[in-house]
C-alpha cells in the first residue's frame, strides 16, 4: 500500500518559540498514535516562517523546553493511544 498523505494526521502540536523546535503526536490511518521531534521551523528576519528543515541535534534550549514539556505531552498521548 503506498504512503497517502491525507491518511496522515496531526492530533496535537507544540512548538518552541525560542529555537523553532515542533514536537507533534501524529497518527497514520488507524494506526497507533506517535511522537514526533522535528522539524524544526525557523524565522526570516522579516518575521516570516522559513520552510520547515530537519530537527538535528538539539541543543540545551532545545532540550530544557522538551524537558518541561514532557508531562503534557505524555498525558495527551496517553487520552489519544489509551494504552493497555
Same mark, same amino acid.
Given at each position: 500500500? #503506498?504512503?497517502?498523505?491525507?491518511?496522515?494526521?496531526? +492530533?496535537? /502540536?507544540?512548538?518552541?518559540? !525560542?529555537?523553532?523546535? @515542533?514536537?507533534?503526536?501524529?497518527?497514520?490511518?488507524?494506526?497507533? #498514535?506517535?511522537?514526533?521531534?522535528?522539524?524544526?521551523? +525557523?524565522? /526570516?528576519?522579516?518575521?516570516? !516562517?522559513?520552510?520547515? @528543515?530537519?530537527?538535528?541535534?538539539?541543543?540545551?534550549?532545545?532540550?530544557?523546553?522538551?524537558?518541561?514539556?514532557?508531562?503534557?505531552?505524555?498525558?495527551?498521548?496517553?487520552?489519544?493511544?489509551?494504552? @493497555?
Amino acid at each position: 500500500m #503506498p504512503y497517502d498523505p491525507e491518511m496522515d494526521k496531526v +492530533l496535537k /502540536k507544540w512548538k518552541c518559540d !525560542e529555537t523553532g523546535l @515542533v514536537v507533534t503526536i501524529n497518527q497514520y490511518g488507524t494506526g497507533e #498514535p506517535k511522537v514526533q521531534i522535528g522539524p524544526r521551523i +525557523l524565522l /526570516k528576519k522579516d518575521g516570516t !516562517e522559513r520552510a520547515p @528543515v530537519k530537527a538535528g541535534r538539539l541543543t540545551i534550549e532545545d532540550v530544557m523546553w522538551f524537558y518541561d514539556m514532557i508531562d503534557e505531552i505524555k498525558d495527551e498521548l496517553t487520552k489519544i493511544a489509551k494504552p @493497555v
